[in-house]
C-alpha cells in the first residue's frame, strides 16, 4: 500500500505570495492532519480534515486554509506569505483521525522556504 | 490541555551502550502517549504507542517505554544502541479535542562508534 504523499517536495516563494500544498492520504484513510516544523517552535498542529469538514484547528493566522476533497485528497493554502511560514510542512493520514486511538502515518513533508 | 516535556534536548551515546529518553507528561486524564522517530530528510516515523493498556510498551526496532503515572513520565529507552539510531526523537500527548497530536521539542540522539 503507497504511503501518504506530498507534493511538492520543495518550494520557494517571496514574501507576499501565496503558496498551495498538496497531501494524498494512505488509500482507505479519510482523516488528513497538517502541522507546521520549524526549529524554534518544534511541530504545531495547524488543522485537521474529515469528510471534506475541518474538525479541529489549531492556533494559525487565518493566512493559513485547508481543504480536502471527496477522495480524501487535501490541500492547504498560506496566503500573504511571511519569512516566518519557512518551514516544513508535514500532513498526516489516519482512518478516522482519533489520534488518540489510531496510528497517524506522516509523509515526507514540503519543505517551504520564503525569501 | 496535554502537554509534555522532553528533558534533554541532545543525547550522547556509545554504540552498544544503554539508550534513555526522557519524558514527562501533563494530562487532565489519562492520555495516550506515543514516541515517534524522525531520520533526516525523512517522515515521521511512530515507535510505540501507550492508549491505557499495558503500561510497559514495545515498540519497533528494539525500542519500549513504561508509563509511569505516579511520576507523570512516559521515557524511551533502548538496551542497546545502533548507529542507525541516530535520529531526532519526539515525545507525543494526543490533545484534547483527539485530533490532533501536541509534540514535545525533540531530542537529538547521536550516537558514536
Known amino acids: 500500500k503507497a504511503g501518504v504523499t506530498q507534493t511538492p517536495r520543495y518550494l520557494i516563494k517571496t514574501r507576499g505570495q501565496q503558496v498551495t500544498l498538496s497531501c494524498s492520504p494512505i488509500s482507505g484513510h479519510r482523516s488528513v492532519s497538517w502541522y507546521q516544523q520549524t526549529p524554534g517552535q518544534g511541530l504545531q498542529f495547524l488543522f485537521e480534515y474529515f469528510s471534506e469538514t475541518q474538525r479541529n484547528k489549531g492556533n494559525f493566522p487565518g493566512r493559513f486554509s485547508g481543504r480536502q476533497f471527496s477522495n480524501s485528497r487535501s490541500e492547504m493554502n498560506v496566503s500573504t506569505l511571511e519569512l516566518g511560514d519557512s518551514a516544513l510542512y508535514l500532513c498526516a493520514s489516519s482512518l478516522a483521525g482519533q489520534a488518540n486511538q489510531e496510528t497517524q502515518y506522516f509523509g515526507p513533508g514540503t519543505r517551504l522556504l520564503v525569501l | 490541555a496535554q502537554s509534555v516535556t522532553q528533558l534533554d534536548s541532545h543525547v550522547s551515546v556509545s554504540e552498544g551502550t544503554p539508550v534513555l529518553l526522557r519524558c514527562n507528561y501533563s494530562?487532565?486524564?489519562?492520555?495516550?502517549l506515543f514516541w515517534y522517530v524522525q531520520h533526516p530528510n525523512k517522515g515521521l516515523q511512530l515507535l510505540l504507542k501507550y492508549t491505557s493498556a499495558a503500561t510497559l510498551v514495545k515498540g519497533i526496532n528494539g525500542f519500549e517505554a513504561e508509563f509511569k503515572k505516579s511520576e507523570t513520565s512516559f521515557h524511551l529507552t533502548k538496551p542497546s544502541a545502533h548507529m542507525s539510531d541516530a535520529a531526532e526523537y519526539f515525545c507525543v500527548v494526543s490533545a484534547n479535542s483527539g485530533y490532533a497530536l501536541n509534540f514535545g521539542k525533540g531530542t537529538s540522539l547521536l550516537v558514536t562508534p
Open positions: 494530562s487532565s486524564y489519562s492520555p495516550s
